[in-house]
């Protein structure tokens, strides 16, 4: 019985240590996965509500590519719904506070998209588009979606798709952030 135990035991640190692994090989070759999200179609949980903690939202993304283009930081553009609650968990575990406080409060701008709705923007290219169609147009089906930009609107990192294990999702965002500035600064 005792030899029983062992073994289960010794088997569920293999798999523990399998998991470890192949999240640290997907990460190193630049793969970010997601582990829980919600589809953008999928249909809506309960009625809407105003969100606790919140980006700016994506409004005009031609004047902020300008400010990106001229202080040569990037746009960390997070897509959303509003009844994700992975979402609201990346926004106030990490986003939230990431974009108040040093570095990423000077050397970046955060922009919030929900994804699944309406809502006017103007683009990049300066044309007026909405929020859904602006998702759309980078291949968004799954929330929280992270984009970093420059100021054309192209991609400078590896998107992060998802709430990864939270206790690591602050780093990628970093990562991604990082990145994204790097390219901008050489």
Known sequence: M???????????????????????????AGAVLA??????????????RKRAHALPAADDLATDGAVSRTRRIPILLFFDREDCPYCERALREHLAPMSAEAPWRDDALMRQVEADRALPVVAFDGRATTHGALAASYG?????????????????????VGLLTADFYGAYLEEALRAGLAKLRT
């Open 2 to 28: 005792e030899t029983g135990r062992r073994v289960r035991a010794a088997s569920s640190r293999r798999r523990t240590l399998r998991a470890i692994l192949a999240l640290a090989a997907a990460g190193a």
């Open 35 to 48: 582990q829980n999200g919600t589809r953008i179609d999928a249909p809506a949980r309960s009625p809407r």
């Open 140 to 160: 968004v089906v799954l929330t929280p979606t992270v984009l970093v930009v420059d100021g054309s609107g192209a991609p400078l990192a590896e998107p992060v």
